[in-house]
Each structure stands twice: as C-alpha cells, then as structure tokens.
C-alpha cells in the first residue's frame, strides 16, 4: 500500500544514454512533481503536473521530458545524459487541486541515478 | 534573489536535550512554512505547517515558530532521542507562488 513509488531505485548507465523513471502515486491527488537533489542535499523542482497537465517547468534542460498518462503517473524521460545528470530523483504528489504546488508533499523513495 | 538558509550544515547534540533547528529567508513573502525529515537513502516526509497568521504550533515533542518580521522560524524537538537524528528540511511557499522551495537541511545527530 506504498503511497508514492517510484522505478527504478538505482540506475547506473553511461553518458549518452536514454533512460526513464516511473512514478505512481495511489493516493489520489491532482498534483505530481519531479525533484532533483544533488549531492549538496538541495531540493529542486523540476516539474509539476496537475491532472495531466504541466504547470511547472522549470529551467532544466529539454533534454528532461515528463509525461503523464494520468494524475496518477508522471514518468520522467531524460535524452543523452550527461555527468551532471548524476543525482538522486525524486517524484512526489500533493493533494493541491486548484493547479498550485504549495499542499502537503508526499515524496516517493527517490531514484538514484550515477551517469559514467 | 529569494534564499533560504537552514542555520547548520550538522547540529550534534546529547540526548534529552532540546535540538533547536533555524530557518531563515530573505525576499520572500511566504503565506507558510513547513517542515520535513529526510533519512538516509528515503524521501522527505512532512512534519509540520505553520502559516503565516500563527505564531506556534506543536505535535508531540516538536514545535515549529514563525516570525514574519524577523523572517525565521524555529523548530524544536524537546527529550530529544538518537532515532531523531535525520536531516531536517524547511520549504517555504506563498500564496502567489505554485511551488515550494526547500531549504538544504541541517542533519541532526543526537548521541546516547
């Protein structure tokens, strides 16, 4: 009965590579959002999605690409990363149904993602 | 530019004292405040709300405090026990703005 999960918890892959991580949150809020923590500990969003629909993107590469199915999903694809890319990942979800992000956060696990 | 700084990096402690963990902003006008604990290898997980119009608010032995004029808030772990010890996270967020923004954290470790 996990609330917020995410897939997968490590990933190691070479520079230039594609890869996706997935989130799915059951706990039937409107809102999702990527994290990016970096070694220094900082919390940074990324995105956020509110019933499938973008509301934050903040300056990251387009390189990052969010996708979501449904409100329950939100999927993070990342094209030709790069060493910089190499942090720990994390997907979250809050109740906020009138398209802000300022609700209680419920974070997932976190992805852990080393690019060599 | 809006900033926000947690006091320390680490704070060590002993047991059964009182930990008291800073948040201080600047540039920002938040409508409230709030508070989560980090462990390692885990995501954050939400402690506390306080908004803007509250001075104090308390859950079991933590109590958060909001100064508006000094732009800082408080948080306070009282009896303070060696499972306390994780990383501490204040995010700030106004009523205009869609997102939060979290401080870094002080890692707090409260030794036997």
């Known amino acids: 009965d996990t609330a917020v999960s995410q897939t997968p918890k490590y990933l190691v892959t070479q520079m230039g590579n594609d890869k996706s991580i997935k989130c799915e949150q059951n706990?039937?809020?409107?809102?999702m959002y990527w994290y990016k923590q970096d070694s220094k500990k900082f919390l940074k969003i990324m995105f956020s999605?509110?019933?499938?629909?973008?509301?934050i993107n903040e300056t990251v590469p387009n390189r990052f690409s969010p996708k979501s199915p449904d409100k329950a999903h939100l999927n993070l694809h990342i094209n030709s990363l790069e060493l910089g890319d190499s942090a720990v990942y994390f997907c979250?979800?809050?109740?906020?149904?009138?398209?802000?992000?300022?609700?209680?956060?419920?974070f997932g696990p976190g992805t852990r993602l080393t690019v060599l | 530019s809006q900033k926000i700084e947690q006091n320390s990096e680490a704070l060590n402690i002993q047991e059964g004292k009182t930990a008291t963990l800073t948040c201080n902003y600047t540039?920002?006008?938040?409508?409230?405040l709030q508070w989560y604990r980090q462990d390692p290898g885990r995501g954050p997980v939400f402690l506390l709300l306080?908004?803007?119009?509250?001075k104090e608010k308390r859950k079991e032995r933590l109590k958060v405090t909001f100064d508006t004029t000094l732009k800082q808030s408080l948080f306070h772990i009282t009896a303070s026990q060696p499972a306390d010890s994780a990383t501490y996270l204040c995010a700030l967020a106004s009523s205009s703005a869609s997102k939060i923004i979290f401080g870094s954290g002080t890692r707090l470790s409260i030794r036997p």
């Open positions: 706990l039937g809020h409107d809102t």
């Open positions: 999605y509110n019933n499938k629909e973008l509301i």
């Open positions: 540039n920002y006008s938040p409508a409230y």
């Open positions: 306080i908004r803007e119009n509250e």
């Open positions: 979250a979800s809050s109740q906020d149904s009138g398209g802000g992000s300022t609700d209680t956060q419920y």
